[in-house]
Structure formats: C-alpha cells, structure tokens
C-alpha cells in the first residue's frame, strides 16, 4: 500500500522557517520524481520544487528560488523542503507528489502552511 505522510506545517511569522518532512512507502522511492506542490485558496495547485534522487536533478518554481530547498533521504524514503524567508504568499496546503510515467502519481494528505504576523 502507497503511503506519502506530509508533516512539519504550521504558522510562522513572515521572515520565518519551516521544514517539511514526507515519509513514504509502498513504492521504489530512488525511482520516482518527488515533489512539493502547493494550493492556496482560490488558486489552482502549484508545483514548488522536485527532485529526482537518482539523477540529482532538482527544479525550483521561480518563487521560491534562492529560499526553499528540496532534498531527498534513499535509505529513509523521506524527501524534505527546506523553506526560509517565509512570506504571506507562501501561505498555502502543501502537498507531497511522486511520479513516473510508467505507474502515475501519488498524492499526499497535505499539510498546512500560513505565514501571518
């Protein structure tokens, strides 16, 4: 069973950081495309950053350049965002993702960022 358990959310003041974790299982982890989207309200889900743990690529939306960083853990299944100099439009539900195209995607439950003074 394809399990993708988001944790790490919450509320930060802007400038703040936050890490969020995913922890899978079920799947050949090395072998997907891993990544964080996010949703905000009213708006349509967004991706943030995606690593591919067996070529090192790594892609970032040009929002978060320079302030989030995607890595992954093999040997733990976990991929984690880094996300620092957080600002109010970051507030979102984060979502994690893996992909390949030979078996689809998966989704995580989400969980919640909100960046508030």
């Known amino acids: 069973q394809v399990q993708l358990v988001e944790s790490g959310g919450g509320l930060v003041q802007p400038g703040g950081s936050l890490r969020l974790s995913c922890v899978t299982s079920?799947?050949?982890?090395?072998?997907?495309?891993m990544s964080w989207y996010r949703q905000a309200p009213g708006k349509e889900r967004e991706l943030v950053a995606q690593?591919?743990?067996?070529?090192?690529?790594?892609n970032y939306a040009d929002s978060v350049k320079g302030r989030f960083t995607i890595s992954s853990d093999i040997a733990k299944n976990t991929v984690l965002l880094q996300m620092n100099s957080l600002k109010p439009e970051d507030t979102a539900v984060y979502y994690c993702?893996?992909?390949?195209?030979?078996?689809?995607?998966?989704w995580g439950q989400g969980t919640q960022v909100t960046v508030s003074s």
């Open positions: 690593i591919v743990s067996y070529t090192g690529r790594i």
């Open positions: 079920g799947f050949t982890f090395s072998r997907y495309y």
């Open positions: 993702n893996a992909w390949t195209r030979l078996s689809g995607e998966y």
